[in-house]
């Protein structure tokens, strides 16, 4: 009878949240799994009607909020349940030093830097970055978590007219990010073109604050920079500026500050040790991608894909197996190269990256496949994880 209560109440927390919140922490089977206690419930219930009733006695800091929070730590403690040591820690960090915590999503247009700027405010290479044009195809998640807050960052892939099906896949990712954002970061190169920017971000509609972050500030000239502040800071969507270097690490501690000054308060959707919601596999295929955009020009990196299809743990390594996946049989003849030259090249190369992050030696084995028009074939594109 109890648990039914308890989760009756649950749910119905969930309901004052967007769908979209709900359906995010379905991604997170620990923070869904763990039903909040009665003490937990009634705090928060209590905390609510008590806030619309005395805004004034609720402001951060007041000795009302610091009183109630603090019986509410003893009598929860207090309540000797058994809890999973991160589930402990995420409560009392609720009760007594509410987080700011949220989903930021970085849009721009191709080759605006951000898979760099993910990578970057990780301070972990986790998405792929490359000098050519459309390298991500997915959503890729990066959660940093601190004492004071959980962000979730997601790099998308840059926004374009979609010309195939594997385009249009990519610009669905955009499409999800722009529906669960709480924050969106607008990434523009500062020398970029302003208006081209500006169309993109305003037919995005977002409704959530959205910073507009000017990168590539260590290539721009000081007027470029003054021009392009002038510009977006009289957007209607932009809500802060930033200009940032995000290859140079230039100015990243006053993006984050911006974005946790506009993010909720909450608690956090993820254990405090996750890092992204992708599969090891998933980094394995995009480093070897990487390595097909670094090593060949034209259409090579575009006609491509790769699918891990073995993962298997040996006594003394790891091994992978990766189809490279191509359009057509001449393409297929130039990424293995003369004598093989080429895929060993994409081979060795693509090996020291994932050695250095799945922290051990591997066994590499890359394939080259044709499958004419893979692009767009939706039976091929979800074999293919698009
Ligand atoms: N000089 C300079 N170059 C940068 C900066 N940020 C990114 N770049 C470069 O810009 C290029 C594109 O970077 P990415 O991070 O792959 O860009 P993206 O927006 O993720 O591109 P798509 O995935 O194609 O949408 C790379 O060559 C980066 O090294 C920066 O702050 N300064
Ligand atoms: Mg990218």
Request: glycine content about 6%; proline content about 4%.
């Amino acid at each position: 009878m109890a648990f039914s209560f308890a989760g009756m109440i649950h749910s119905l927390s969930f309901a004052t949240r967007s769908r979209a919140a709900v359906a995010r922490r379905a991604h997170n089977p620990k923070v869904l799994g763990s039903i909040p206690s009665f003490a937990t419930l009634s705090f928060r219930f209590g905390s609510f009607f008590y806030s619309r009733a005395r805004p004034e006695k609720w402001a951060p800091g007041s000795s009302a909020l610091v009183i109630v929070r603090c019986v509410a730590l003893v009598y929860v403690r207090g309540t000797g349940r058994q809890a999973h040591p991160w589930e402990t820690r995420s409560r009392e960090r609720y009760i007594c030093n509410i987080m700011k915590v949220g989903f930021v999503n970085i849009f721009g247009k191709p080759n605006a830097g951000k898979s760099t700027l993910l990578n970057a405010l990780m301070g972990e290479k986790l998405a792929i970055v490359s000098s050519k044009v459309q390298t991500t195809r997915h959503r890729i998640k990066g959660i940093v978590t601190t004492d004071d807050y959980q962000i979730i960052f997601s790099d998308t892939p840059g926004i374009i007219e979609p010309k195939y099906k594997l385009h249009e896949k990519m610009m669905q990712a955009v499409k999800g990010s722009l529906e669960d954002a709480d924050v969106g970061i607008l990434l523009v190169a500062g020398n970029d073109n302003l208006t081209e920017n500006d169309a993109i971000f305003s037919a995005l509609r977002l409704k959530v604050p959205c910073i507009v972050v000017l990168n590539k500030t260590d290539k721009c000239k000081p007027e470029q920079l003054a021009a392009a502040t002038a510009f977006f800071e009289s957007r209607p969507y932009c809500a802060k500026l930033v200009p940032i270097s995000a290859l140079k690490h230039i100015h990243l501690d006053t993006l984050l500050s911006t974005i946790t000054g506009l993010l909720p308060e909450g608690e956090p959707f993820f254990a405090e040790d996750e890092m992204t919601d992708l599969s090891e596999r998933f980094f394995v295929g995009e480093m070897i991608r990487e390595k097909i955009f670094d090593l060949f020009e034209d259409e090579i990196p575009y006609q491509t894909t790769v699918l891990v299809h073995e993962f298997k743990q040996k006594s003394t390594l790891l091994k992978i197996g990766a189809n490279i996946i191509v359009q057509r049989d001449t393409q297929k003849a130039i990424v293995i190269g003369e004598g093989g030259k080429m895929i060993r090249k994409i081979g060795s190369e693509a090996r020291k990256e994932i050695e250095k992050f799945v922290g051990q030696k591997i066994f590499l084995e890359l394939f080259v496949k044709v499958r004419p028009k893979w692009r767009e074939n939706d039976t091929y594109l979800k074999e293919y994880g698009y």
